[in-house]
């Protein structure tokens, strides 16, 4: 099963265009939504979750048609919001059966069987008694994973699921979503370049609603090599190089900062060429499409 978004476009009553024109094929397996903030991502996770209404454009998954026929979309869909809001006061467990309930699994076995496996499956299960509303940011996500998996879903939306995540819980969480089945489209929006390349064989960047790219990141990179250059300078020097270069990024290295230009030919005045990163084309595509906002 394959997610295809044609012509995406969404306009906020502020006239904030959220989506512009966006179209994009999103095949199964761990797809990465890469923006920064603002760009659009949640507008579209929203709209895909059926929560949300677009202005036009269409998007089918397989046969559905995503934003005219809601209910079939909500059966076979588990989304994973940014934020839950409220976390109840209520056990894993009591609150995992209750939404499996809410879900139609409505026979007492199954149901038990289901949330056991589910609680197994997140890594819940010695926490099932507690309270959610007193557990760490990790095992809230995974606790929200577990309430995705109910109904054995085909498309699975995750909005901005690491942030706040410290790095052992963030691993842990990758953990479980690489464990996800290939069968299904997996939606990964996020603003940070390590889940989409830890995570995705696809990706997409977008920025001010608009799509910059998609593909893989294998592909991206390829097409940077050899136009990422880099060099250690002095801290007064970073304005004069963001007005001379084609700047991407500065990373302060021992409190030293180290930039990255992107230029098709040597730059010179010690510029090393550098193995291009997810990052690179992130910020790249990202800086690139600012500038032409700008100028145009
Ligand atoms: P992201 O998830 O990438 O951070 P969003 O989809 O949340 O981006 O937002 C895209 C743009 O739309 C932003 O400029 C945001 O301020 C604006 N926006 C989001 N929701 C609303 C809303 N309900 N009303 C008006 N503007 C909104």
Known sequence: MELVINGLSKTYGNGVKALDNVSLTIPTGMFGLLGPNGAGKSTLMR???????????????????????????????????????????????????????????????????????????????????????????????????????????????????????????????YNLLTEIGENVVVILSTHIVQDVQELCRNMAIINKGKLLYAGSPAEALAAMRGKVWEKTIGKHELEQYATTHDLISNKLVGGTPIIHVMSDMDPGNGFFKAEPSLEDVFFGAIHRSNRETVAA
């Open 47 to 173: 709209i895909l979750a059926t929560l949300q209404e677009a202005d036009s454009g269409t998007a089918m998954l397989g046969n559905i048609d995503v934003l005219n026929d809601k209910q079939a979309v909500r059966q076979v869909l588990g989304y994973l919001p940014q934020e839950f809001g409220v976390y109840p006061r209520v056990s894993a467990y009591e609150m995992l059966d209750h939404i499996a309930l809410l879900k139609g699994v409505v026979d007492k076995g199954p149901r038990k069987e289901l949330v056991e496996a589910l609680l197994q499956r997140v890594n819940l299960w010695e926490h099932r008694k507690r309270r959610i509303s007193g557990f760490s940011g990790g095992m809230k996500q995974r606790f929200g994973i577990a309430q995705s998996l109910i109904g054995d879903p085909k498309l699975i939306i995750v909005d901005e699921p690491t942030a706040g995540l410290d790095p052992g819980e963030r691993n842990r969480f």
